[in-house]
């Protein structure tokens, strides 16, 4: 059986940093001038880029949350679509793989084709 105990840490860490980044991306939305302040194109440029950014950590925040989740069922480490091992590289390099690499190339080709 194999010890997947430290990647808990390491996702909940992850969640935590990943809030942090949710709050002072609304911060800099608060804290952006008003288009009468600024350049109208420039303004909605960087509310364009403050919405990527947050639905980007939006989506991370989500796959970490999921491997959390599969963390507290005795799932996690286990392909969603195979049901074999993850291997431990690449868990160390995304904590919150839903995957196998084998399967995931197959669901990106999926999506792609």
Known sequence: MRDLSRFKPMLKKMREDLIAG??????????????????????????????????????TLSK????????????????????RDI?????EAVPYAQRCLECKKKYEKGLRG
């Open 87 to 91: 291997s431990i590289e690449r868990l």
């Open 64 to 83: 970490v949350e999921e491997a959390l989740k599969r963390f507290d069922e005795g799932t996690y480490g286990k392909c969603i679509d195979c049901g």
């Open 22 to 59: 949710l709050k002072k991306l609304d911060e800099s939305y608060e804290n952006e001038l008003t288009p009468e302040e600024v350049e109208l194109s420039d303004h909605m440029r960087e509310l364009k880029r403050i919405n990527r950014e947050r639905s980007l950590i939006e989506d």
